[in-house]
């Protein structure tokens, strides 16, 4: 089975599938697009309009949940808990962060008011998972998991905002949460992920859209 990844380096959702893939270890092509801006090809190609897509063979897959879970499933081992409450309650999660992204989008490139109506519902959904984490290192325990996976994004988008600000969306106030995001961010296959020098991207990307955020960035 051949697998190549349609991509873009700042997607926080085609990382999702990227983590899945060095996870479990298999085998991918990788190549990358501006969706902004797309190629004909892959506007023939793509039901969206969107990355990540995954073409498997000749054929297409496409959204990244659905992308994650196809990776899961044609692995030896899957990085889900076999629990199937304990499965599906993950996947609500998985959902549920992915709103979150929607927020974080707010946060980069709104005005004030913008920025801090996105803060206040990206925290509010934060101080939910709070709620739900318990003091194991990874979501279900010792164990990376799917769910590890599909926040790793926004937690390394989190750490580089608070590197780049006077901790602006500091998330110390979450005791789980901030030991679960380093847990995360130390994992290879996470921190592998991403090109290298994304961050310096990530901080133009800031600064080139003028936002509220870039008045809070400090000089590097
Ligand atoms: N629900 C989609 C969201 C993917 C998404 O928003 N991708 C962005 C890049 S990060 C994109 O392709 N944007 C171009 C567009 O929407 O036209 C998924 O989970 O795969």
């Known amino acids: 089975m051949k697998l190549e990844l349609i991509s873009f380096k700042l997607c926080p959702f085609a990382q999702r599938a990227i983590i899945l893939l060095n996870t479990q270890k298999i085998d991918f092509e990788i190549t990358y697009i501006n969706p902004m801006d797309p190629p004909d090809w892959f506007k023939e190609i793509s039901p969206t309009g969107q990355v990540p897509l995954l073409k498997v063979d000749d054929q297409i897959v496409f959204e990244s949940s659905v992308i994650t879970e196809f990776i899961n499933d044609i692995s030896t081992t899957s990085i889900h808990p076999d629990n199937v409450v304990q499965k599906a309650n ?20 709104g005005d004030k008011d913008k920025f801090n109506a996105s803060k206040e519902a990206l925290f509010n959904e934060l101080a939910k998972l709070e709620s739900a984490k318990s003091s194991d290192v990874f979501f279900n325990g010792n ?15 989190l750490a580089w905002i608070n590197e780049f600000t006077d901790n602006a969306l500091s998330i110390a106030e979450f005791k789980h949460l901030s030991a679960w995001s380093d847990a995360i961010l130390a994992v290879e296959e996470v921190a592998t992920s991403v090109v290298d020098g994304l961050d310096d991207v990530y901080y133009s990307n800031i600064e080139g859209r003028e936002g509220h955020l870039s008045t809070l960035l400090v000089d590097e």
Not at 98 to 109: I, N
Not at 143 to 157: K, Q, S, V, Y
């Open 143 to 157: 164990d990376f998991n799917m769910i590890d996976a599909a926040l790793a994004p926004i937690f390394m988008r």
């Open 90 to 109: 993950n996947r609500s999660w998985i959902a549920l962060s992915s709103a979150m992204f929607d927020d974080l989008f707010g946060l980069v490139t």
